[in-house]
């Protein structure tokens, strides 16, 4: 069941599920934004080492270094 959370949750979580329980104007007012991931998603969670074997795995690192950089390309793709 949807109402019902198992155990505790983050809010965010559902947010996609938010649209459907909107009924006429409502519905009308609700939208999305859609962008490239590079431009917008570079996590930066793991350490170095275990960043190293997920790049070696094709698999992007997620460590400080790589969010960093990503970031300056996206910066470098919008001006």
Known sequence: EKT???KP??????????????EGE???KVGFTSIASDLCFSPVK????????????GTHPGVAA???ADQYAAVRKIT
Do not use: H, I, Y
């Open 4 to 6: 019902v959370f198992k």
């Open 46 to 57: 793991n350490a170095t080492k275990d960043g190293v074997a997920l790049q070696k795995k």
């Open 26 to 28: 409502e519905a009308k």
């Open 66 to 68: 790589s969010g960093e």
């Open 9 to 22: 949750t983050r809010l965010e979580c559902m947010m996609q599920d938010f649209p459907t329980v909107l």
